[in-house]
């Protein structure tokens, strides 16, 4: 058990993270062979299964969920120790950095990211994956990502923030709204898309609720990107007034489709779909965009150059 290969432990971890063997030989670079040959030398040295195989992929079991906290660790702070003692060349790096974004993040901070590592280390590689607010400080403790972009405040004090521009909320209509001025009545009496509070986006939600305002919800969207097309394809009719069956007019505005948004992807959404969007009827807060990393990586010369790199390019908004 102490000559141990340490890439029997890489194995190990990346398995045990990514729940397919391969996935695993993808991100370790190595043939499938090679993770199931690593799989059975694992076994023979703790005379247990480790990973079951299932529908659902490689299913650990208690043993290995007992190992993974213990390995992963040891094996960050040794790649980590190794590290901090090279020195870190940006020109000729191919070392491939994760970050972790919100789907608005991948379209207004990504094109700006990528382009940002292009020019300035074009052997470098980036990964990203959508963030899930509620593990991402597990994400960056254990190394699965590098740094994670988000407007959620995180308070842990292994995390790192850094901020990198403010924004707000506001409401998003369609391009051929008929609403001048948007007051709360109106705000309350159109249908409305909610946007998951996964994304980190529940600032105005928890306003709404202390402030007693309802509103009703006809369609919830998992993400950002379906949004403009939604609304696109439900433009109320222009001019005129419509009627119920006594001959009462009713309020033109009353079923309109509004989304709240922040105000930088709004601006987005106006130039490149033609949609209208309206400051909000309450107070919310303004939105800090931050810049997340773990804490055991600030002596690390990639990762500081990583931080600098996506901070240099999202610099004073996008």
Known sequence: MANIDLNLIRTFVVLYETRSVTQCAEKLFITQPSVSYALGKLRELFNDRLFVRTKGGMEPTSVATQLYDSFSQSLNQIEHTVERVREFDAVVSERQFTIALTDLGEISQLPLIFGQLQARAPNVKLK?????????????????????????????????????CNDQYVCLAS?????????????????????????????????????????????????FTGLPHVLSANQPAAGGTEQDSDGRELDPTANELLAIVPKGIARSYQRDHGLKWFPLPFDVPAIEI????????????????????VTEALQGGW
């Open 128 to 164: 990203v994956v959508s963030i899930e607010i509620d593990k991402l400080v597990d994400w960056l403790a254990s190394g699965k990502v590098d740094a994670g972009i988000c407007s959620t405040r995180i308070s842990d004090r292994q995390i790192k923030r850094r901020v990198l």
């Open 175 to 223: 391009g051929n709204s008929q609403i001048e001025q948007l007051t709360l009545e109106t705000f309350t009496n159109a249908r409305h898309i909610q946007i998951s509070r996964a994304l980190g986006h529940g600032i105005a939600e928890e306003v709404m609720a202390e402030l007693g305002i309802e509103r009703d919800v006809y369609l919830s969207l998992p993400h």
């Open 290 to 309: 931050g810049l997340y990393w773990s804490a055991r990586t600030d002596d690390s010369p990639s990762q500081q150059w990583f931080l600098d790199a």
